[in-house]
């Protein structure tokens, strides 16, 4: 069985204060590592999908990494707008394409 | 190019009544999910659908929840009965190639 841990389960940060969020995954033949960002009364926004230990992606402020048991999301000098729920995903190697979530950084950043 | 389209946006009903969401996918995506959220916790797959097709119920609580998937574009996704513990979020996402996930706003479901 597929399973997502996600670290913290919180966050508040100051504008401008540099950090990271953790995601561990635990996947039979991973296909896709999924990043996604929950605004309040919103769904999942898509933000990066990583394939390969080693790969790196960025978005503005945000980079995610991979390695073969986790992936971090670096967010670099924040701003208040990125305060949001942050969601980590996995895509199995089974036939289904579901992705198994975990239950997410809830991240403030206050000005 | 719009969205995923969900309707209500919102549901109040007792328990052991039933309740039916509405999803609209994006035009042309032949994979549709229906996820369930219940609050402080992720997304849990509930369905899949290729297509008019279902791919995978493994999670769905067959002796309470159907869905299907009309011609291959719209779903409905039904509770009878509800019971409290099925207050959630209902998302419904849809996908062209299986990796592309855009998910809509959701149905909040509140049983009393």
């Known amino acids: 069985e597929d399973q997502v841990t996600q670290s913290p389960e919180a966050l508040r940060l100051q504008e401008g204060e540099s950090s990271s969020l953790n995601c561990s995954y635990t996947?039979?033949?991973?296909?896709?590592l999924f990043w996604y960002r929950q605004d309040p009364g919103k769904g999942p926004e898509f933000l990066f999908t990583?394939?390969?230990a080693g790969e790196e992606k960025e978005k503005e402020r945000l980079k995610a990494t991979l390695t073969k048991k986790e992936s971090f999301l670096h967010i670099t000098a924040p701003k208040p707008e990125d305060s949001a729920t942050y969601l980590c995903?996995?895509?199995?190697?089974?036939?289904?394409?579901?992705?198994?979530f975990g239950k997410g950084t809830h991240l403030i950043i206050q000005p | 190019e719009a969205g995923v389209a969900q309707s209500p946006r919102y549901k109040i009903i007792e328990k052991r009544q039933s309740v039916a969401f509405w999803c609209n996918p994006i035009?042309?995506?032949?994979?549709l999910y229906w996820y369930q959220q219940i609050l402080g916790q992720g997304p849990k797959l509930l369905i899949q659908?290729?297509?008019?097709?279902?791919?995978?119920d493994s999670q769905l609580p067959k002796d309470r929840f159907s869905a299907e998937r009309l011609k291959g574009v719209d779903s409905t996704l039904k509770i009878q009965p509800a019971k409290l513990e099925d207050s959630a979020v209902y998302l419904c996402?849809?996908?062209?190639?299986?990796?592309?996930?855009?998910f809509g706003s959701g149905t909040r479901l509140t049983v009393v």
């Open positions: 659908f290729q297509n008019n097709g279902v791919v995978d």
């Open positions: 996947v039979s033949g991973l296909r896709g």
């Open positions: 995903a996995v895509q199995g190697g089974g036939g289904a394409d579901g992705l198994t």
């Open positions: 035009s042309g995506h032949a994979t």
């Open positions: 990583l394939y390969s």
């Open positions: 996402a849809s996908s062209e190639d299986h990796y592309g996930y855009t």
